[in-house]
Every structure is written in structure tokens, then in C-alpha cells.
């Protein structure tokens, strides 16, 4: 069975700097590997996905991420934070199915953004 | 533009009082999902429909039931609401099974319990 670990509950960074969400996975084949974000009260928001091919990725709102097979890891970088990123961020593995493409997602990591 | 719609944003029941939360979509996926989010924790996948067939995860208490009338619209039914079932729950769609593929997320229906 595939697993998601996130490490890193809270992460504080001030406005402008760099950021590195991290996000390990566990998962016995190729690895579908997602990034959500959830706003306050919102529903989850794809940022950017991993299926294959090239293994940086970028995708919306700035982000970016990496897929290291040899670390089994799919970390998130933005290189400049803005206040508005301040959310939870959800890492999550995907794997196909007879009756669905089923997500683990990771704990979560709370982003508070300081100005 | 294509999306997730669930209805209400908000629901507030009685303990033991039945509740039905909604989700319709516009994107004509097969598979539709329905998770519970409680604070500051991952979405918990409690069952999911590819068309017509239902699928429930083995630890969904026997306390929410799910119907889908047609491909556009899926009904979760707590029918006797705890407080410990107060939550986020989240409806997702996805376009087909068995392969790499995306899961929309609606807004979510926060539901009090009181």
C-alpha cells in the first residue's frame, strides 16, 4: 500500500522568501504524485502534478516541484512566497484502479506566510 | 466552466437528525468521490462511484450511505449524524479508472452537528 509522508506540520516563512514543501512517498510502482492546496474553508485546488517525463514540474500560482525516484521524493519550491500563498498543502500519491484512481494524501503542512 | 458544484456550502443538524449533502458536476467524469476532512487533518476517502458501481472504503461506518441518480450528480446521506461527524466533506471527480488521472475537488460542505 502507498503512504505519504509530509514532516513538516507548520512552516513560517516571510513574504518574498523562498519556500521548500517537503513530501516523501512510499509506493511500490511508478508514483503518480500530486500537489493541493486548501484555502481556508475551500475545497482542494490542483497546483501541479507528476505522471512522467520530464521530472521538474511546474505549475500554477509560481510553484514548481521535483520527482526523485532515488529518494522517493516530490518536494514543492516557490522562490519567492506572497502573503496569498498562505494555506495548507497537501501532498498526494495517486494509484490506478479497477474502479478509480485513489489518492493518499500526506498529513498536510500548514504555510503561514509573515510580512 | 467546467466544475465541481456542492450545495449547501454550510449545513447545520441535530444530533441523530438525517442530512443530505450534494454534489453535481459538469466535467462528465465516470468517477465521482465523497471525503471526510476533519480540522487540520488529510481527506479521509469514505466511498466512490465509477458510474454506477459503488465502492466503499472498508472503514465507512455504516452510518453514510451515497447515491448517484445519474452522472452528473452524487448524494452523500449521514442518516443519524453524530458529533463526531462533524467535518469538511469533500466531493472529487476523475475521468476514467486504471489510469493516471486528476481528481477535481468541489468547495466542500462544512457540516455542524449540534
Known amino acids: 500500500a502507498q503512504s505519504v509522508t509530509q514532516p513538516d506540520i507548520h512552516i513560517t516563512v516571510s513574504e518574498g522568501a523562498s519556500l521548500e514543501l517537503r513530501c516523501n512517498y512510499s509506493y511500490g510502482a511508478t508514483p503518480y504524485l500530486f500537489w493541493y492546496v486548501q484555502s481556508p474553508g475551500q475545497g482542494l485546488q490542483l497546483l501541479l502534478k507528476?505522471?512522467?517525463?520530464?521530472?521538474l514540474v511546474q505549475g500554477i500560482k509560481g510553484f514548481e516541484a521535483e520527482f526523485k525516484r532515488s529518494q522517493s521524493s516530490f518536494n514543492l519550491r516557490k522562490p519567492s512566497v506572497h502573503w496569498s500563498d498562505a494555506a495548507e498543502y497537501f501532498c498526494?500519491?495517486?494509484?490506478?484502479?479497477?474502479?478509480?484512481?485513489?489518492?493518499?494524501f500526506g498529513g498536510g503542512t500548514r504555510l503561514m506566510v509573515k510580512p | 466552466d467546467a466544475m465541481v458544484i456542492q450545495n449547501p456550502r454550510y449545513q447545520v443538524t441535530q444530533f441523530g437528525k438525517p442530512v443530505t449533502l450534494s454534489c453535481s458536476q459538469t466535467?462528465?467524469?465516470?468517477?465521482m468521490y465523497w471525503y471526510q476532512q476533519k480540522s487540520s487533518q488529510a481527506p479521509k476517502l469514505l466511498f466512490h462511484y465509477y458510474d454506477k458501481d459503488f465502492n466503499n472504503e472498508a472503514d465507512t461506518p455504516d452510518n453514510f450511505q451515497s447515491r448517484r441518480p445519474n452522472t452528473s450528480f452524487c448524494f452523500l446521506d449521514i442518516r443519524s449524524p453524530g458529533l463526531g461527524d462533524a467535518a469538511m466533506y469533500l466531493c472529487?471527480?476523475?475521468?476514467?479508472?486504471?489510469?493516471?488521472?486528476?481528481?477535481?475537488f468541489g468547495p466542500g460542505t462544512r457540516l455542524t452537528v449540534l
Open positions: 498526494a500519491v495517486g494509484a490506478g484502479g479497477n474502479a478509480g484512481n485513489m489518492l493518499t
Open positions: 507528476y505522471f512522467s517525463g520530464d521530472t
Open positions: 466535467l462528465n467524469h465516470n468517477v
Open positions: 472529487a471527480t476523475s475521468r476514467d479508472p486504471g489510469v493516471p488521472d486528476t481528481q477535481y
